[in-house]
């Protein structure tokens, strides 16, 4: 090992997961946004409409721009309030991971078709 | 060789769409899957809390690297399909068109036997796809901000690594129907490269 390389158990430290954790939750919302527009846009004729920000690729640009700037936001406020502290990551992984595994299951079109 | 000199004065072409369409999905996606088993097997065994093997300097910004380079193929396989692919996809003919080949969505969406690749296939595979930039950039940022701290933390190694198993998953959904959506339907058109020439004999 050369002088430059450092262990982790010497270099490890407590360090505050907060900004972590706003991260995997805001990516979990994030990811969720993704079928909630997706869902509305299917739905709605009005809000379809109102999803086409880039007309030659129709209201899919809305619904991934409006949900990368949800994603973004909640990112942004959820690092702001949690970056500096320590923060129960059990109950923040497992909502986050609900989250990705329904925005995976409600993209689905059979599961779409349901509402 | 004897088909080699059979074919001796004929060019090899491609179209502008089939050429992006190409780097789309076997430049950036193919690219960013391959890459996948690598960031899972190291965020798996260096970073576990029970990893005796100690983490390097090195180590760590290479696998910082490495997932920065993962987000900018998923963000790029993402916005090149939505804003350039898909919009050739879903062109809508003139009245009148007869030949379809030119607008894969009609195309697919005229015959029975087909349809399902559009309505199953392309509607699961253009949404799906989002979900891959967003959790490979949340796994890059967090183990840049973590680094080896992760091991300290093992929900929130765990959660990540889930995350990145699930952008694997969802890029393979977005590949498997982006290969087989250009089987039945494929991207054509814009004007052609040529790619070879060979001599007239």
Known sequence: MNAKSTCASAQVQDFPNGAGAAALLAAGIGSFMVAFFAILADKSAAIKSLMIFYKPTGPLSGVTTCSAVAWILCWAILDRRWRRRMVSLGPISTIALILLGLSLLLTFPPIVDLF | ?201
């Open chain 2, 1 to 201: 060789m004897d088909e080699f000199n059979r074919t001796r004065g004929q060019a090899m072409e491609i179209t502008v769409r089939s050429l992006l369409t190409l780097l789309h999905g076997m430049g950036f996606g193919a690219l960013y899957l391959l890459a996948c088993s690598g960031a899972i097997v190291e965020l798996y065994r260096r970073y576990s809390p029970g990893s005796l093997r100690p983490i390097e300097v090195q180590d760590e910004r290479f696998l910082g690297a490495y997932l920065v380079g993962m987000a900018i193929l998923a963000w790029l396989a993402v916005l090149s399909g939505t804003y350039f692919i898909y919009p050739w996809y879903r062109a809508v003919p003139p009245a009148g068109t007869t030949n379809l080949a030119a607008f894969p969505q009609r195309l697919l969406m005229a015959s029975p036997t087909t349809v399902a690749w559009h309505a199953i296939g392309m509607e699961w595979k253009e949404h799906v796809a989002w979900l891959v930039p967003i959790s490979i950039t949340m796994a890059a940022a967090v183990f840049i901000r973590h680094g080896r701290n992760l091991t300290r933390h093992p929900q929130l190694r765990n959660a990540v690594l889930c995350f990145v198993f699930v952008s694997f998953v969802a890029a393979g959904i977005a590949g498997f129907f982006g290969a087989m959506l250009d089987k039945y339907a494929p991207v054509q058109g814009g004007q052609n490269i040529q790619l070879m020439s060979g001599e007239k004999p």
